[in-house]
């Protein structure tokens, strides 16, 4: 496992090692134009679970409904990272142009996707999120699992 692993990073280092990188500031730039919509995403998919699927968690007398939510909000947020990553790989290797110029996908890759501002505009879908399904589920309506994210 160790051994397919490692060859799969030296084809990566191999394919971009001949071909031009892309400047960090370009990669700066594509960070500070997604953030705000990768935030209105994970939010907009917060305010779609929050108010749609998760009140379909019916109270069951002798249950714990609380816990029941969070197994939902957990199963979504793996979809929201799933959507976040492939979306934002996708966004970069097809549709953005950095400094008007194409770029293999091994190039983008690991040039821009495999770099902490990714990680970083992740963790701000995730935040923004679990921020609108924390909030709606608390304070919209009287449900049975309003305390799950929020104990006050």
């Known amino acids: 496992m160790k051994e397919v692993m490692s060859n799969q990073v030296v084809f990566i280092l191999q394919a971009t090692s001949g071909q031009s990188r892309i400047a960090p500031i370009l990669v700066d730039r594509w960070f500070s134009e997604l953030a705000p919509w990768i935030a209105v995403l994970g939010a907009s998919l917060g305010l779609l679970v929050a108010l749609v699927w998760l ?6 007398p002798h249950a714990d ?10 199963a979504a947020l793996c979809f929201v990272v799933i959507l ?16 008007n110029r194409i770029y293999p996908f091994a190039v983008v890759f690991a040039d821009v996707f495999m770099t902490l501002k990714t990680f970083t505009l ?14 709606c589920s608390r304070f919209v309506g009287r449900r049975s699992y309003r305390y799950m994210l929020i104990r006050w």
Do not use: H, K, T
């Open 65 to 74: 409904d609380a816990r029941r939510a969070r197994r939902r909000v957990l």
């Open 84 to 99: 976040s990553a492939g979306s934002l790989l996708l966004y970069a290797s097809l549709v953005y142009s950095f400094n």
């Open 55 to 60: 009140p379909r968690v019916l109270p069951i």
């Open 122 to 135: 992740i963790l701000i879908a995730i935040s923004s999120f679990l921020a609108v399904v924390a909030l």
